[in-house]
């Protein structure tokens, strides 16, 4: 059998870019989740990382097997015809949530990074949205392959740089007071959990189209093992960020102290992943609210997009730090399901 490793390389590149979303590419979503508590954090990073190489991948697989067109027919297959139905209307809530934190990231670039309102860049955002879905898709995907790679790019530059401050290693091994200390062991599984949640929305379609178990396996490690070193290099450097909390977009408010001459190319590489991130969940929720409201592809966009604004008006810091956890937990159901069910076919 030929090793196809350029689709091997494609299926991971589509991995990754699902995977980082506003929240992954400004940093917020890793200091919530691991860098506050220090080298826990750090710890809880490495265990994330394994479980994206080993669960993404037999994700994957396993929705190629049973050749599952959509993650419909996939939880159907994981948690049975009625169960599916109520975790798939779950999913529709859960794309909302997630779309409204990633308007109010657009919001917060514009407030925090440039001195603009938060209003201007949430209806910016929705405005360039709008001419999207009625262009079509094929540039905004493609944009995914040029901005990724730059983001991947800025972030191990700036984990050189940071290693090379003084007391770093001192930073690395510090264990700050955390009220809250007992989410860093919880948080490999729910961060894995809501990832992989979110994510079969495009890797069960492309698995099943790919079909090819050597290609779809090979694939999954390789985007397993990029976001493992994403996360590492976004975390050695955020924990060299005083008061780290505080700050929207802590990867840039970084990349300006460290390195400047960057700073205004990373802010566009943040706001482009933050936008494709947006146009992803859009049509996600557009294709899923259809098979409930028989409406045009417009008015349904449209009410998308106001509900998504309305909850998008709190605090984008206060809305990743108590939706992104809370739709963490409720995936472990997902998550221990997956990893529970048995491979359907002979490892290979």
């Known amino acids: 059998m030929k090793k ?63 050749d599952a067109k959509s993650y419909q027919e996939f939880n159907e297959y994981l948690f049975g015809k009625w169960p599916s139905r109520v975790i798939n209307i779950f999913m529709l809530f859960m794309l909302l949530g997630v779309s409204a934190v990633m308007l109010s990231g657009a919001g917060a670039v514009f407030e925090e990074q440039l001195g603009i309102p938060k209003n201007v860049g949430v209806f910016l955002t929705i405005f360039l949205s709008f001419i999207v879905m009625l262009i079509g898709t094929k540039g905004l995907f493609a944009v995914n392959t040029f901005v990724v790679p730059l983001m991947i790019s800025f972030s191990v530059i700036l984990m050189f740089f940071s290693i090379q401050m003084p007391h770093f290693l001192d930073q690395l091994v510090f264990i700050p007071h955390a009220e809250d200390g007992w989410k860093s062991v919880v948080a490999p599984f729910s961060y894995v959990a809501l990832n992989l949640g979110l994510a079969q929305a495009v890797l069960v379609p492309i698995a099943s189209d790919v079909k090819d178990d050597w290609t779809i396996k090979w694939g999954g490690i390789l985007g397993g093992v990029t976001l493992t070193i994403i996360l590492i290099s976004s975390h050695f450097t955020l924990i060299m960020l005083p008061n780290l909390e505080l700050y929207e977009i802590p990867m840039a408010i970084i990349m300006k102290r460290i390195a400047p001459f960057f700073y205004w190319i990373f802010v566009l590489v943040i706001y482009g992943e933050i936008f494709t991130s947006v146009i992803g969940n859009i049509f996600g929720l557009d294709r899923q609210l259809k098979q409930y409201i028989p409406v045009s592809t417009m008015i349904s966009v449209t009410l998308i997009f106001a509900v998504s604004y309305l909850i998008s008006l709190v605090h984008y810091g206060t809305l990743l730090a108590y939706l992104y956890p809370l739709f963490g937990y409720i995936c472990m159901s997902f998550f221990i399901l997956l990893w529970m069910k048995p491979f359907p076919f002979e490892r290979k």
Do not use: D, H, P
Request: aromatic share 20%; hydrophobic share 60%; no cysteine.
């Open 4 to 66: 196809n490793w350029a689709q091997a390389f494609q299926i991971a590149a589509v991995y990754v870019g699902t995977v980082v979303g506003a929240g992954f590419a400004t940093g917020k979503e890793i200091v919530e989740f691991f860098s506050r508590f220090g080298f826990f954090g750090f710890i809880s990073i490495l265990m994330s990382g394994y479980l994206f190489i080993i669960l993404g991948s037999k994700l994957m697989r396993m929705a190629a097997y049973i």
